[in-house]
C-alpha cells in the first residue's frame, strides 16, 4: 500500500499543529509559574533577522493552510497576520486545524503529477505536487515549528524532546 499525498500532508500537519498548540500552551504554564507576563513570549526570536514566537506560528499555519490548499486544487482561507497575543496564536491554530479538517482526501488522491506553482519573495517556483510537499512545504512547516520550539527553549520554558514528539506513534 502507497502513501498518498494526503496522508504525507494533512495528517502531518494536523499533528504538528497539534505539538505547537502544545508548546504555547506550556510556555504560557511557565511564564504563570515565574510570575511572568505570558505576553513576554510573544516577541522573542532566535536572532534579530529571525521572525519572532508570533511569525513562526503564523508560517507554520501558512505552510499547513496553504500546502493542503495548493496540494487539493482548493483556496484556502485567508487569514491576516494581525495576531498581538497568545489567545490569538492560538485561536490561529485552531482556524488552520478546522480547515485542514474540512480537505476532502479524495481532493488529492491521483494529484502526485500535477504542477504547482508558487511565487514567494516575487520569484516563481514551478513543482509536480509529490516534489511540493516533500521538498517544500513539510520542510518548511517544520523550520517554523522546531523555531517556535526554540525560541520557548531559548526564553526558559523547559521544554524537551517529548515535547516535541507529541503524539508520534
Avoid: C, W
Avoid at 494533512?10 to 504555547?24: E, K, M, N, S, Y
Avoid at 507554520?60 to 490569538?88: C, V
Avoid at 474540512?102 to 488522491?109: E, G, I, T, Y
Avoid at 506553482?117 to 505536487?129: D, K, M, N, Q, T
Wanted: net charge negative; proline share 6%.
Amino acid at each position: 500500500m502507497s502513501l498518498s499525498l494526503y496522508d504525507i500532508s494533512v495528517p502531518a500537519f494536523q499533528r504538528g499543529l497539534d505539538v505547537l498548540q502544545h508548546l504555547l500552551d506550556q510556555g504560557i504554564a511557565h511564564a504563570r509559574a515565574q510570575g511572568q507576563d505570558p505576553a513576554q513570549l510573544l516577541a522573542g526570536r532566535l536572532a534579530p533577522d529571525m521572525y519572532t514566537l508570533i511569525g513562526q506560528v503564523q508560517s507554520a499555519s501558512d505552510a499547513a493552510k496553504f500546502g493542503a490548499a495548493r496540494l487539493a486544487g482548493i483556496a484556502p482561507p485567508s487569514f491576516p497576520d494581525n495576531e498581538t497575543t497568545l489567545e490569538e496564536l492560538r485561536e490561529r491554530i485552531a482556524k488552520t486545524q478546522d480547515f485542514l479538517r474540512s480537505v476532502p482526501a479524495d481532493s488529492m488522491d491521483g494529484q502526485e503529477e500535477r504542477e504547482i506553482v508558487i511565487r514567494p519573495g516575487g520569484r516563481e517556483l514551478s513543482f509536480l505536487a509529490r516534489d511540493y510537499i516533500r521538498g517544500f512545504v513539510l520542510p518548511n512547516f517544520y523550520f517554523h515549528l522546531t523555531t517556535a520550539y526554540g525560541i520557548l527553549r531559548h526564553l526558559g520554558v523547559p521544554l524537551g524532546k517529548t515535547d516535541y514528539l507529541r503524539g508520534a506513534a
